[in-house]
């Protein structure tokens, strides 16, 4: 399988404890996308990495909140001392980001489904 | 502060009739509008895209409209068929935010055979 792959695919945890989701994008995108999807609504930007530029983490909702990616490779979500809000299906993308930035298709994983009791 | 808007959230046609999903949007930096189709416990799959220097592009059964000065993208699906039958979000990026997508909150299509 070439496409962005995510894992678990589904993650139950108690409120306060820390989770790790994982991000496995195509091979030779050079753009990493994370996003949020709560129950109902649409999808919502969290960060966004770009070669060895700093990222964009504009979207990130707290501290509680922080990404990493190893190269061009692999990508880890961590959301400290979960809380209920924080449930919802994280969804991460990637692209080739060759022809410019704006515009490109992105290529979405199944996500995970985290759920904070 | 939603930038786009899908005021419908759900949407039922009839076999071999025409889809039409609706999409506003309120940041005129914006220069790319996507389409993104997903299906219950899928990533959503990219559909179809527009410049915002063109007015129109077709694949297939697919075509977006974008009028500008009303600042509204449309996507059309013609024929619709049974398969067509999932949520359907629009989204759209602007050149000097990198390549991040703000997303609309998506309409649901049901086509009946």
Same mark, same amino acid.
């Given at each position: ?35 949020? *999807? ?45 809380? *209920? ?20 298709? *992105? ?11 | =502060? ?28 914006? =220069? ?22 063109? =007015? ?27 398969? =067509? ?29």
């Amino acid at each position: 399988g070439a496409g962005v792959s995510q894992s678990p695919s589904n993650k139950v945890t108690e409120k306060g404890k820390d989770v790790e989701l994982r991000c496995d994008p195509i091979s030779g995108h050079t753009a990493l996308y994370w996003y949020r *999807q709560r129950l109902g609504q649409g999808l919502e930007f969290l960060i966004y990495f770009q070669g060895n530029s700093a990222p964009d983490k504009s979207g990130l909702p707290s501290d509680r909140f922080s990404a990493e990616r190893t190269g061009e490779s692999v990508s880890t979500l961590t959301i400290q001392r979960t809380q *209920q809000e924080d449930s919802a299906v994280y969804l991460c993308a990637s692209s080739l980001a060759l022809k410019g930035r704006s515009g490109e298709t *992105q290529y979405f994983g199944p996500g995970t489904r985290l759920l904070v009791l | =502060d939603q930038q786009v808007k899908q005021n419908s959230p759900s949407l039922s046609v009839q076999e071999g009739r025409i889809s039409i999903l609706n999409c506003d949007y309120t940041n005129s930096m914006f =220069d790319y509008f996507l389409w993104y189709k997903k299906y219950p416990a899928e990533g959503p799959t990219f559909l179809i895209s527009i410049s915002s220097i063109k =007015d129109k592009n077709e694949d297939g059964r697919f075509t977006v409209f974008l009028n500008k000065s009303a600042k509204h993208l449309s996507l059309h699906i013609v024929p619709s068929q049974p398969g =067509d039958s999932a949520v359907y979000f629009c989204a759209a990026s602007a050149w000097n935010q990198g390549g991040k997508l703000i997303f609309g909150q998506g309409t649901e299509l049901s086509v009946k055979p």
